[in-house]
């Protein structure tokens, strides 16, 4: 006998801090919310150590805890979280169909799609190598580890110039890496970069390799390449971060939802709306601006409110 498809009113990807408060909103709204965690349940705060910034925790949370916090607050009201990773999704036609981890099919008459963004990484061998043994792409995460040495940056937007500075009050040294002549970063975080005065920018420079071995507690320097030059430089570092953006995970919805060039969602200005009726997106996914839990849960909110519309519309 064939096995009945599931049907579910809401279907929510992803489970930061958009997806559970979307997940909150619609469990209390009673629209039986599934929440598919994804490859990494709890979403980019589960690497990062203290949140302070989060209103209401008035003596901070980590951030795995935070995460805990938010799925065990859209469980109280009967959310139903899975593991799972959703693979492939057609959204042509209502009910859209989920596929999940390539086996299973969920018929869903709306999605909130909350699926984040994941950071970019240069590509180099030694950067997969050293991954997690001084190798980060989140300062506020693992600087930390680094406090009285010395460190790398990599990268020239606002990301890199926060970190940078972030980095460089407990570090003895902070070098920031830029490929071209000029920072991307705002005229008011260069000028941040600038008068901080043990954060050095070297540039014209790329990174040829990170050294030293994994299992040990840092790396032992960079070999930083000029560009124009070619000439090679030698730099003692224990850890080297690359900041130089992030990847919205929105693969799965290419061809069917519109995206700016960097694979952003577009949702219409003021609502978490996509070009989909019934078909909603929060957090990061559609915001490369703020990038915060707490915005991300705003938007999160603002997604379930709207699949309640879009579903009371219906009825
Ligand atoms: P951006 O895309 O703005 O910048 C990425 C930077 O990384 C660029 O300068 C780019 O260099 C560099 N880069 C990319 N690939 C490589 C590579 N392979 N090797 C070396 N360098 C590389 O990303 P951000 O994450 O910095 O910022 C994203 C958005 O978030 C922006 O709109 C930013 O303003 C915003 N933001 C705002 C903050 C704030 O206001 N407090 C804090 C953080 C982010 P190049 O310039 O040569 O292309």
């Keep these: 006998m064939e096995k009945e498809i599931e049907k579910v009113e809401t279907l929510i990807i992803g489970s930061g801090p958009a997806g559970y408060s979307a ?40 951030g795995p805890e935070m995460m805990e916090d938010f799925k065990a607050q859209a469980e109280r009201f009967g959310t139903d979280t899975r593991w799972g990773m959703v ?7 209502r009910p859209f169909k989920v596929e999940v981890d390539e086996k299973d099919t969920i018929l869903a008459e709306t999605v909130i799609i909350a699926t984040g963004a994941s950071a970019k990484w240069l590509g180099i061998e030694d950067e997969k ?3 997690g043994y001084g190798v980060s792409a989140c300062a506020t995460c ?65 990174t040829k390799s990170i050294n030293g071995e994994p299992g040990a507690v840092g790396v032992e320097s960079v070999t930083a390449i000029n560009n124009k030059t070619n000439e090679e430089t030698i730099i003692p570092a224990s850890g080297f971060f690359v900041a130089i953006g992030h990847k919205p995970n929105s693969d ?13 969602l577009i949702v219409e200005p003021g609502t978490s709306k996509t070009e989909i009726p019934g078909v909603f997106a929060a957090g990061d996914i559609a915001d490369h601006v703020y990038r915060q839990a707490v915005t991300s849960a705003g938007t999160g909110c603002m997604a379930a409110l709207d699949a309640e519309r879009f579903l009371a519309d219906k009825k």
């Design 23 to 62: 997940a909150i909103y619609a469990a209390r709204a009673d629209m039986k919310p599934v929440v598919i965690q994804g490859l990494q349940p709890g979403g980019q705060l589960t690497t990062t150590t203290d949140v302070d910034n989060y209103p209401g925790y008035k003596d901070g949370i980590t």
């Design 87 to 93: 693979t492939k999704v057609d959204l042509s036609e």
């Design 142 to 206: 693992d600087g930390f580890f680094y406090k009285g040495k010395e460190v790398v940056v990599v990268g020239a937007g606002d990301t890199a110039a926060e970190e940078a500075t972030y980095l460089a009050k407990m570090c003895t040294k902070v070098t920031i890496l830029v490929r071209r002549d000029e920072m991307r970063a705002s005229k008011a975080m260069q000028h941040r970069v600038f008068n901080t005065p043990n954060l050095e920018v070297l540039f014209n420079h790329e």
């Design 252 to 264: 799965l919805f290419k061809g069917q939802l519109e995206m700016d060039d960097a694979g952003y």
């Design 129 to 131: 190598r050293l991954n």
